[in-house]
């Protein structure tokens, strides 16, 4: 079953990323196609999404996922700022 997780961070109002939005099924399904809509970077990494889930919405992710975290961000960043 596909599943999705959502992520903010705002590192001048937030000490880490949190979770913003999780679901399963339908409700991934629905994650991605919002995602896409306003054209928001996708990584899929299914191991990462697994250990994010367990994190309650409005919740920062723990300290043991943020190296994790940090190289998808990177991710983001190479993709959204191309030299």
Do not use: Q, W
Request: hydrophobic letters at 40%; proline letters at 6%.
């Amino acid at each position: 079953m596909k599943k999705a997780v959502a992520l903010r961070y705002d590192p001048e109002k937030e000490h880490a990323p949190k979770v913003i939005a999780k679901g399963k099924g339908e409700s991934a399904e629905n994650i991605i196609k919002v995602a896409e809509l306003h054209n928001l970077p996708i990584h899929k990494d299914e191991d990462l999404v697994e250990l994010l889930s367990k994190v309650e919405i409005d919740k920062e992710i723990p300290e043991k996922l943020y190296v994790a975290v940090v190289e998808v961000f990177g991710f983001i960043y190479k993709i959204t700022n191309p030299k």
